[in-house]
């Protein structure tokens, strides 16, 4: 399928997107996309290089003139049109999510709704683009603040929601005036490459979209310390994140990390229970645990624990597991060494004194071949085991018991995370509190997570620097100019 998908389109599988047009790599090794739920191979594509990096990063710069010069109205336009083809072509994208990540395909239509959500809202925020005038010091002088494009982005995305995150890069950085030069993940790379051919059909100048392909520490590493690019945009893990802090570092280079999280979800005595499940359901499961924002470790209060936990794992238990493309709510991993990681913290877990409180057997016949690790559930003894702090990104949970809310609290900001968090209570003095108290960027309160594309994701300590989405988020991708104009 994913083949087809791409051959109809007439995109080549051994080529990279470079000036608005499909161009042989430079290298003539190839990786091959595996389908997650039987490892089987759906499509093989060009392994990529620094050459191509560098030929991208070449008609990205030439590019960038013409594309800044546009009125920002002009180049929302182009977005918008980038966002209707999304629409229309949004069954295929979303069957090609299926294909190469293992989501359920009706998370991979969530996906591409989104993909076009943002698109659009980047598109609107042209006529958020404002200046400042301010009074200058002598008489008949002002002084102009402008917001202005940095130039060449460099873009860089995640393996857990590769449409998603191509438009998060995408649309703010082209309407801000940048243009840009994305290399997704090697395990993710078909979505991206069908969505640059729907954006040179949207109308895109040659030059402003270039997709590369390849590893991180090589292709991702060239664009980071290329010397013609001006900003560095990163979704992934904190490892990629500090290595490329590390490479930026001698360029001084605006860099804007979006990474990990251990999202730590409370649960008060006052909490509405039903609505505490739900939520605890919808942010572990979605996308199997694979998202930044996930609720990962769970802090109950004492007088409500029993019936909490009663509940929560017999929503558990009823998960539908296996085949992505029916009608099921958790896939398969991206691949085998997510599995084997997973298996990991759980083995450290029960090492540490962790109970198992549910693991779920999943279906019968379900096809070995495949990335699987089933959803499951502990308790634990204290807030010092390592699936306390680690990230699990993946279908697994610890709950731990409490006795107030400052021991919550306490025991949340205990993290070298700091991206996400939920809380459960009627009382407005502690949803206060969370302001001043709870060292997270984004806090949800008694509601599941999912962000607003009008919000502000941003994260603390190693969850990343900078933020996307909303007015924040587009601001990331200018930089200002002062002017001191005195006109007479």
Known sequence: MSFAALERLGIPLNSVFINGAWTASDSTETIEVHNPK??????????????DAERAVAAARAAFPAWAAQSAIARAGLLQRFAALIDEHGDTLAELLVS?????????KIEVGFTSLLLRHAAESARWIEGEILPGDAPREQVWIQRVPFGVVAAMTAWNFPAA??????????????????????????????LAELGARAGLPKGVLNVVLGAGREVGAHLVTHAHTDLVSLTGSVRAGGEIYAA???????????????????????????AAVTAAMASKFFAGGSVCTSNDRMYIHERVYDTFMEKFLSAVGAL???????????????????VEKLERIAATAAEQGA????????????????????????????????????????PM???????????????????????????????????????????????YINRPGGESVHGFHTGYKNSGLGGEDGRHGIEGFMRKKTMYNRFG
Request: aromatic share 8%; charged share 25%; hydrophobic share 40%.
């Open 248 to 274: 930026a570092a001698p360029q001084l280079k605006p860099l804007r990390l979006e990474l990990g999280g251990k999202a730590p979800f409370i649960v008060m005595d006052d909490a509405d229970i039903d």
């Open 355 to 394: 109970t198992p409180l549910l693991k779920h057997e999943g279906p019968a016949g379900l096809d070995a071949r495949g990335n699987w690790f089933l959803p499951t559930i502990f308790s634990v003894p204290s807030n010092d085991l390592r699936i306390m702090k680690d990230e699990t990104f993946g």
């Open 397 to 443: 949970v610890a709950a731990l018991k409490i006795s107030d809310f400052d021991e919550a609290l306490k025991y949340a900001n205990e993290s070298d995370y700091g991206l996400s968090a939920y809380v459960f209570t009627q009382s407005n003095a502690r949803i206060m509190r969370c302001i001043g108290e709870l060292n997270f960027g984004e806090i």
């Open 38 to 51: 039987n490892e089987s191979v759906v499509a093989t594509v060009c392994k990529g290089s620094p050459g």
């Open 320 to 338: 539908r597991v296996g085949d992505p493309m029916t009608d099921v709510q958790i896939g398969p991993r991206i691949s085998k060494g997510e």
């Open 100 to 108: 190469e990540q293992g989501k359920p395909l009706a998370e991979a």
């Open 165 to 194: 995150l191509f438009a998060r890069k995408v649309g703010p950085a082209l309407v801000a005036g940048n243009t840009i030069v994305l290399k997704p993940h090697e395990f993710t790379p078909l979505s991206s490459l069908y």
